[in-house]
């Protein structure tokens, strides 16, 4: 947008009027409102060694974040209100943006018995999840469902039928054939996703399906909307752009939950971004040290940091640098389209109130200024995250955080983290 | 030649060299002094993370036939919880400045991770699932010494395919060669898109055997029945494997191969195992000399003279 935005306190005063307030020089940047992420590992307390709040929100500023979901990835799991206001006073204390706590479904993230939600619920948890463990058993999941209704709360179950994937190192199909690695056939992620759509239908619950993977998840989730089912959903920079030709050296970089999967499929979630069917983008950043990584194929652990990079791979491979803000022209999103689904998309999906807001007078002064044109290279080295496993190491991008704004005050300035 | 990490990294003119220059070291057993000195002071180690002793002491022999100075490192059970990485090792090798590692790995991928932490020559003796070049090696030099060519031949590779590092790098082999293949096996075990491979899949065994050349039987483990890939190994035998019955349908001149350990009874019945048209102790046999080849290819004993000039140590 052009013209200027006055900020005063907390909020935005004015937009579009000259004012003696604080000044940003933003020629040639874009403001938007501060990016928002539904899946972000933060591993404190427990996994210090990965990373800690101060260093996966830095990471969040730098990449464009004003508000990220911690996952209940803790040690012990993120399953009862304690650890909810422990990770929540760590946030305020040397957090440098939101962090909005996901509750663990079930005690332990262990799939059998529901934790306590109503008092992760008062300390302000509002999605429950148990991260990359599946609810497996539908009557676990079928009580779950209902029984955040009580508050209208969030279920996002990782989709995926371990009795099919018990040892899975990749996607199943021709690469997993030639490189000798167990597959994850794309159906465990699709019998779930369907299971959790007729468990949520029939219990009228909200039901959030994290991280789609493949071209037929896609179709399901988007004959459930068409149902009116209450659900929304997600996808991740690197299911949008990486495909499973990346493993042929085994390089540990490219190991992910779910796995990287086919062009098909990409080509299916992009279609699922341009009709609405998908909700947001994700960054689903998973740190992890190097001495974890830097294993054999099958002794590594899956991820891919996200935060730092998730906005400038979306606008690399998915914008098209020419087209006008509101066109796709060559691209397959537009860069409005490309924004709400990394703000004001996750912000609705998951009740994360007071950001992905529109910028006018009243609303909190939370805003991302970026300069859409610079074209940069992943450095893993570089990034500010305590890991830095990058599924983008190398690659080139465009599009970089200038100024992040969190209430009106700075947390990244000038590139900086404040 | 570099690394040998894989069937795939080789074209036919490098397989037709290996299996030549095996051919002439396979004299060297024959010999009073079974020993060359076209390796000396070269140091190789054998690194086996999985049991695996017919492997370990053939490379062992072939090392020796050739004088290298061998270190034998077994690393059983190791991972990443418990005890020392392989990484870590890896980067004790180096410092020891070890020339070349023969590599065992229950893991598919590890020696291509492993070239990117040592700089000395890796040779894959099998990992995971994915691919073990030299067993894919000798059995082409077995065939070839028996039938005297691969082009045009027809090869059935029956059984456990979707678990066989032997079945991915032997098809591999066989179709670079020129062989025709079909996977032969019930659909549970063979590999996720199939299709992929560039071979013909049957499910029927009988079918095929009058017009076959060659029959390679992979060992059907019996965990594969815990996890129910098939209902029972009488049920396995009867429908795919290889007896005495069988055996008659093919073709006079065809042979039977195995990598071993055969289970006999399951894919191979006993009479099977001890015919003349069975050649798995030839299979044994050739493994040193074609890893001779492998071994002083890529350790520069070229530059050492050909192997028809080395005269016994
Ligand atoms: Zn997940």
């Known amino acids: 947008m052009t013209g ?20 940003i020089e933003c020629e040639g940047l874009i403001c938007t409102s501060g990016l928002v992420d539904l899946s972000s590992h933060l591993r404190q307390p427990g996994r210090e060694d990965s990373e800690i709040i101060a260093t996966g929100t830095a990471a969040a500023a730098a990449g464009g974040y004003t508000a990220v979901s911690a996952m209940p990835t803790t040690e012990p799991a993120m399953d009862h209100a304690g650890i909810v206001e422990q990770v929540l006073r760590l946030a305020r204390e040397t957090g440098r943006c939101d962090v909005f706590p996901v509750g663990a479904i079930t005690k332990g993230r262990a799939g059998h018995e529901l934790a306590e939600m109503g008092a992760m619920h008062e300390a302000g948890v509002r999605t429950f999840s148990d991260a990359h463990h599946a609810v497996v058993s539908s009557q676990v999941m079928r009580r779950a469902l209902l029984y955040a209704r009580t ?24 690469m997993s054939s030639r490189l000798g690695l167990k597959g994850s056939p ?19 619950a909200r039901l959030h399906v994290p ?20 659900v929304t959903c997600d996808v991740t920079p690197h299911h949008l752009v990486l495909d499973d030709s990346n493993l042929v050296d085994y390089d540990t970089r490219f190991k992910v939950i779910p796995p990287l999967r086919t062009p098909d499929d990409i080509a299916a979630l992009r279609e699922g971004l341009q009709d609405g069917t998908i909700d947001a983008i994700t960054s689903d950043h998973a740190p992890h040290p190097p001495d974890d990584k830097d294993h054999e194929w099958s002794y590594a652990p899956a991820g891919t940091v996200g935060l730092e ?50 910028i006018t007078a009243g609303e909190p002064a939370n805003l991302l200024l970026f300069d859409p044109g610079v074209i940069w290279s992943v450095v893993g080295d570089e990034l500010r995250t305590r890991s830095r496993n990058t599924a983008f190491e190398g690659h080139e991008v465009r599009g970089r955080a200038v100024h992040t704004v969190l209430r009106g005050k700075f947390t990244l300035n000038d590139g900086k983290v404040v | 030649m570099d690394d040998l990490l894989s069937i795939e990294d080789l074209d036919a003119g490098m397989i037709t060299r290996i299996l030549d220059t095996a051919e002439g070291l396979k004299d060297i057993a024959v010999r009073p002094i079974k020993k060359v000195p076209v390796l000396r002071g070269r140091t190789v180690c054998n690194l086996f993370y999985e049991d695996s002793t017919r492997t370990r002491i053939s490379f062992e022999v072939a090392e020796k036939r050739l004088s290298a100075d061998v270190i034998n490192f077994s690393a059983k059970g190791s991972s990443v919880s418990k005890g020392e990485s392989l990484k870590d090792t890896a980067l004790t090798l180096q410092a020891m400045g070890v020339d070349a590692i023969v590599i065992r790995h229950s893991s598919s991928g590890a020696p291509r991770r492993l070239t990117e932490w040592v700089d000395a020559k890796v040779l894959n003796a099998g990992d995971g699932w994915h691919q073990h070049p030299t067993q894919a ?58 299709d992929s491979w560039d071979v013909t899949v049957s499910h029927d065994l009988d079918g095929m055997l009058a017009d ?20 029972s190994v009488r049920e396995y035998a009867r429908i795919w494997g290889m007896d005495i019955d069988r055996l008659e349908v093919m073709p006079e001149h065809a042979i039977v191969m195995h990598p071993g350990p055969m289970n006999r009874g399951v894919e191979i019945s006993a009479d099977v195992a001890d015919a003349e048209q069975a050649v798995i102790v030839d299979q044994v046999t050739n493994g040193v000399a074609v890893r001779m080849a492998c071994l002083y290819l890529m350790l520069g004993g070229e530059q050492a003279g050909a192997v028809s000039e080395v005269t016994p140590a």
């Open chain 1, 309 to 358: 990079t998730t906005l400038s791979v979306i606008l690399a491979e998915l914008v098209d640098p020419d087209a006008c803000p509101d066109k796709r022209g060559n691209g397959t999103l537009s860069m409005a389209e490309a924004l709400a689904l990394l703000s004001s998309g996750p912000a609705k999906a998951r009740d994360i109130e007071g950001h992905g807001r529109p």
């Open chain 1, 151 to 174: 508050w209208d709360a969030i279920i996002a179950n990782h989709p995926e039928d371990t009795s099919l994937t018990e040892g899975a190192q990749m996607h199943e199909g021709a």
């Open chain 2, 137 to 194: 090696l000798l059995d082409l030099f077995t065939i070839r010494e028996r039938m005297g060519r691969l082009e045009g031949l027809n090869v059935a590779i029956c059984g456990d395919v979707v678990h066989s590092r032997v079945a991915r790098s032997l098809v591999q082999g066989l179709r670079i060669m020129g062989a025709e293949v079909t996977l032969v096996g019930p659909p549970t075990l063979m590999p996720a898109q199939v």
């Open chain 1, 186 to 204: 794309r159906e465990a992620e699709e019998i779930i996703v369907a299971r959790d759509l007729i468990l949520a239908e029939r219990a009228g």
């Open chain 2, 212 to 231: 076959l050349d060659v029959c390679y039987l992979l060992r059907v483990q019996n965990e594969r029945m815990a996890e129910q890939f098939f209902p």
């Open chain 1, 4 to 23: 200027n935005v006055v900020v005063e306190g907390e909020v935005i005063r004015s937009v579009g009027e000259e004012s003696a307030g604080l000044r």
């Open chain 1, 211 to 230: 991280h789609l993977s493949t071209r037929r998840a896609v179709e399901l989730v988007r004959d459930a909307k068409a149902r009116g089912v209450r």
